[in-house]
Structure formats: structure tokens, C-alpha cells
């Protein structure tokens, strides 16, 4: 009886999605050969406050041909899923006239602070899935901040009306179950919930991939087909 009582409150305070949870963790890759990143001549007349070269941010894959910035998702409605309360600060820094990180995950109905960190005039403009342009602010002043709001998933396209290399992508969540591989190609993803379900793999330059998980899955290597083209 006693046993029965204790299982009984530790299922009482104990959230059934924690409960029945998996971890999933991998990596991206590429099959050889793997792509340089494109190097972008800067007009003379930015050169001065940008330098006269920028690598274009759109595609970064390690000498092993491991894929940064690859944007995991699992499909599926959570309704009931929450993203964990988090005091976290969704930054954009705009520093040596690039965005900063060139994608970021937030989720819906939170704010995104833009940051300029030099004294260089940046015109941040954003467009969602459709080009339909969100917002268009100047940002003339070293330390200044902009703070928008994002209340609809999806992905918003940020550049800088005034520097053409400058592009970054924020991805605006509807649950919490995405997750984005670092500068190793590496990436986490905690408390699915139990089952089975389809993975989106997408990359701005290379594409979408899918598979299947389920709870037997514990590390996923996922790998894009070989890429020729430029990416600028
Ligand atoms: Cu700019």
C-alpha cells in the first residue's frame, strides 16, 4: 500500500511528458567534396568600416564536412507542450558589420533584442516566409536596441539594407521540439515525447531532409548528398 501511495504522488508531481521522454542527440554532414565558404568582395566605400572581405555566412561546413547551422525539427502537433521558463536573452548583435548568430531559434510570442555594437550605421529589415516586409529600422547609434516581438512561427529572413553580405535568419518556434547544430555539425534535443515521428533537417542552402525517430533513437548521423554550387 505504501508503495502504491508513493507511485501515486511521484505521478501526481511529476509532469507525465517528463515521464515519458527521450533525449536525441547527432550530428549533419556532407558527403565530399565539401563546399568552402564563398568569400564576398566588400564595395570600397564599406570597406573602411567592414574590411574589404566577408565570408558569406550561408553555408559553414568543418573540414570533417560537418554542417553548422542545420535547423532540426519534429513534426507533429504538441499542444500541451511548454517551452521551458527561461530567462534567456534572444540577442542579434550586429558586430564587424555581421549578424550575430546567423540563425537563431526563439520561441513564439517573445522578444528578439537587435543589438548594434559599432559606431557603423546598420538599417535592420526583416521579411517573413512570403517577403513581406515586418519591419525597417535604422540603427545609426553604437549600443542601441531594438526589441521586436514575434507572435507567428516561421522563418524570418534579417538583412541590413545598407551592407548586402549582412543576412541572418531567425526561426520562430511553434513548440519546443527544434533544435540547431553548432560550428561541430552537433545537436541536442531533450523530453520528446514518447513516439514516433518525423524529423525535418533543413538548411537554407542545402535543403530539407526527413526521417523518422522514435524512442529507440539515440544518436542520429543525418547526411546531405554531395553540393557543387556556390553559395553566396
Ligand atoms: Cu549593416
Known sequence: MKVFQFF????AITPIQSLFA????GKVQIQPPYPQAIELKVEEKHAADCGPVKLSPKLRVSPEGLVANVVIKLEGNF????FSPSTQNYL???IHCEFSPHVLLIPEKSTLSILNSEAVLHNVRAFDE???MLFNDAMPVKGQILRKRFEKPGRVIIRCGIHPWMHAITIVQE???YALTNESGYF???DIPDGNYNLSIWHEVLGEIKTQIGPQSRFLTLTYPPFSN???
Open 92 to 94: 542579434l548583435n550586429q
Open 130 to 132: 512570403q517577403t513581406k
Open 22 to 25: 527521450y533525449d536525441l542527440e
Open 79 to 82: 499542444p500541451s507542450a511548454k
Open 188 to 190: 541536442q534535443m531533450k
Open 175 to 177: 513548440h519546443p521540439y
Open 8 to 11: 501515486f504522488l511521484f505521478l
Open 230 to 232: 556556390g553559395a553566396s
